[in-house]
């Protein structure tokens, strides 16, 4: 029977947004060393607080497996004369692996036998190796930032303070960071910050909550949700609903209580996401609401301790919003007094990026882009498209936004409301900047998307064209988000629109400002789009090569792109799918590095090449035509009366034939056949059977 693995890293305050990832890499990096190590196991768990990163082995085996190493020699034929004797160079390998001659064994492969060396390796004790795999799995640990502290080079995200490491009940003897491994785990900073001995997970458990801790994570947004809910209802209302603040809160806290103040309800005559943002992104409390939804001027916070006494905890929590929401209000006045539009010649002194200009800059930029757009969409909107692309930035000038950056957009929409403008217009102002993460909500009106499209892909092309793309996992202006949002509106709105040309607008509008020559800036704007077109159809369940085909034969106009994927889906089971892949890949084979050429059906030699010839010339009108149309899977079920002609044209007819002329006109044939097919997919991608 398997033995219990516990290990726990005692750290400073480690950020909540940093926890979730790194319990899961610590399974998943326990669960390789032991794998890599031969150590069998049971159940790997993980569990955290924002000063502890525990983990707990089930099942852990008390040895390695043993392992039989086989290494092969020379050829029997070669190891021994016809007298038995070894040859000198079976004599050589069995000096090399260290045994006798007469210890060789034989390994029949498909190659013939050979001679071979087997070796036993006998498992360690696993309670020899975990003092070098638990440090492994401790400095394996990746972190968003982690940092040095004192003169050690070790990194991690925040300075270690005790180590806790058994195996069956007895320490695992390492050290790391300047610190010993032992037996002792530590509570609550506040409320119990002594250390105290543990034995095992079921005592550790135990003796954590008794100091209050609740290690799970789990437990603990459960306790979190559950208190908050009954202190919303204690005065007549729900909590908003807010998972990533639920997630934020339980990683805040080792032992949450649950606090429940108020405001003045004056404050409630600030636009809903003001109060809003303010509670959650920067106090961290949840909001409020009535029976209909509205907000009710009261607040659910989460504390990290007991209070002795809570009401003096309640009111400095209402202090804290007070303040908060007193300063919301003050910029919102002050802002008030200054139209928006009055306020877009402030965009001149607001910085977008030092290689791109200025915000000012920056919108005239997206607002000739987004008139390109809407010509193609619905040119009627075109002047709602103007004036929703002239105002979009101007709220960056407001003293609201600039104290928080969260609501751009929002403010935007509020203060072009207040000015009078067309609500279309004040919509779209705050529908620009959707979405505002990934799976996001999405534009609703076309102005909001035409503006939203407009402005992202001018930061794409911009940042492209001075040489600051995305490398790696860096980021900075995120442009993978702005990316995912252009296709994702497109593809919700169903739009028609080639990104290529768009690109070309957007780099023309960019001119002088571009540090990189304009076809290189659209080739690598193409992939970084095709890149994520191609990861969100992977994500959405969709098989590999289908997508990997249709992206091949072109994937500029994205709704197509998207149909065509799913034609090519249904097309899968049709019964002359595979023999059509196969032949096709034949083709693309034979005729790569051709050029086009004119086909002369009088060269033809034998009836294949004419009912091969005879039968596309019959389908390749309808097939373009119902390409044309956006029917593709009709398009290939047309296609595939091709199959029998071409598998009779390959069965009968040398492509390559030595007289030019017979071989330039096949190939040609060959090469139409095959540019009729690349208009939905390049079936060479296609994973074929056989």
């Known amino acids: 029977m398997g033995k219990e693995l516990l290990l726990e890293i005692g750290t400073e305050e480690i950020p909540a947004a ?95 036998e050979y001679v071979c060396a087997r070796k036993k390796i006998t498992g360690e004790a696993t309670a020899g190796l975990l003092p070098f795999l638990l440090p492994r799995v401790i400095a394996g640990i990746a972190f968003r930032k982690s940092m040095r502290w004192s003169d050690l080079e070790f990194r991690f995200a925040r300075p270690i303070h005790w180590l806790l490491a058994l195996f069956d009940g007895r320490i695992v003897p390492f050290r790391i960071a300047e610190i010993e491994t032992g037996n002792a785990s530590r509570g609550h900073r506040f409320m119990s910050p002594a250390s105290f001995p543990v034995a095992n997970g079921k005592e550790y458990l135990v003796k954590t909550r008794e100091h209050f801790v609740i290690v799970d994570p789990a437990q603990r947004k459960r306790i979190i949700a559950e208190e908050a809910k009954k202190a919303a209802q204690s005065v007549g209302g729900s909590i908003l609903p807010h998972e990533e603040l639920l997630e934020t809160v339980t990683f805040l806290t080792e032992y949450p209580t649950i606090v429940c103040g108020s405001f003045d309800p004056e404050y409630l005559k600030l636009p809903r996401e003001v109060l809003i943002t303010t509670m959650i992104s920067h106090q961290k409390y949840f909001p409020v609401l009535d029976n209909n939804g509205a907000l009710l001027p009261f607040f659910i916070a989460v504390s990290n301790t007991v209070a002795r006494d809570p009401a003096v905890v309640r009111r400095g929590n209402e202090r804290v919003i007070r303040a908060r929401l007193a300063d919301a209000r003050f910029f919102f006045e002050e802002d008030r007094k200054i139209p928006l539009e009055d306020r877009i010649e402030g965009l001149r002194k607001v910085t977008f990026h030092t290689l791109l200009g200025t915000s000012y800059e920056k919108v005239l930029r997206f607002r000739k882009l987004a ?39 929002i403010m935007g929409r509020e203060y072009a409301l207040l000015a009078g403008e067309d609500p279309h217009v004040a919509k779209a102002v705050y529908e620009h900047c959707l979405p505002t993460a990934a799976g996001g909500g999405l534009p609703e009106t076309d102005v ?14 911009g940042f492209f064209g001075v040489g600051l793309a995305p490398t790696g996992t860096a980021d900075p202006y995120a442009l993978r988000r702005q990316a995912l949002g252009v296709i994702n509106i497109i593809l919700n709105k169903r739009y028609l629109l080639p990104l290529g040309a768009l690109i070309d607008e957007s780099i023309a509008i960019l001119g002088p400002l571009l540090k990189r020559p304009a076809g290189e800036v659209k080739a690598d704007v193409l992939e970084f789009f095709r890149g994520r077109f191609e990861n969100q159809l992977l994500s959405q369940g969709h098989p590999y090569d289908v997508v990997a085909a249709v992206v091949a034969a072109g994937a500029e106009d994205l709704v197509r792109a998207e149909e065509k994927v799913l034609a090519m889906i249904a097309f899968k089971t049709h019964p002359d799918f595979q023999p059509l892949a196969i032949a096709f890949k034949r083709v693309v084979n034979i005729i790569r590095g051709f050029e086009n050429g004119a086909v002369d059906p009088s060269l033809f030699a034998s009836p294949q090449e004419t009912e091969l010839h005879e039968a596309f010339v019959q389908i390749r009108q309808t097939v373009l035509a119902k390409i044309s149309g956006g029917d593709y899977l009709a398009a290939l079920v047309e296609m595939a009366r091709l199959r029998k002609p071409v598998d009779a044209f390959f069965e009968a007819v040398l492509v390559m034939a030595e007289e030019e002329r017979l071989r330039f006109n096949r190939l040609s044939l060959l090469k139409e056949i095959a540019d009729l097919f690349h208009g939905i997919a390049d079936f060479s991608r296609i994973v074929t059977e056989g």
Do not use: W, Y
């Not at 039989?68 to 070669?78: D, M």
């Not at 105002?391 to 751009?408: H, N, P, R, S, Y």
């Open 448 to 461: 909001g998307a035409i503006v939203s499209i407009a402005d992202k892909l001018d930061s794409i092309t």
């Open 371 to 409: 008139a390109v757009i809407v010509a193609r969409i619905d040119p009627a909107l075109a002047p709602l498209v103007e004036r929703a692309a002239t105002l979009a930035k101007a709220d960056l000038d407001t003293q609201m936004v600039g104290e928080f950056a969260e609501l751009q957009g």
């Open 18 to 112: 940093f926890l979730p990832k790194a319990l899961t890499d610590m399974a998943e990096i326990t669960r390789k060393e032991l794998a890599a190590n031969r150590i069998r196991h049971g159940e790997v768990r993980t569990m955290g607080t924002p000063r502890r990163l525990f983990l707990c082995v089930d099942g852990v085996a008390e040895r390695q497996e043993d392992q039989v190493i086989e290494k092969l020699g020379p050829a029997r034929s070669v190891a021994f004369d016809d007298q038995g004797n070894p040859s000198r160079a079976v004599l050589g390998f069995a000096k090399g692996q260290g045994i006798a001659v007469a210890e060789l064994e034989t390994a029949t492969t498909d190659k013939g």
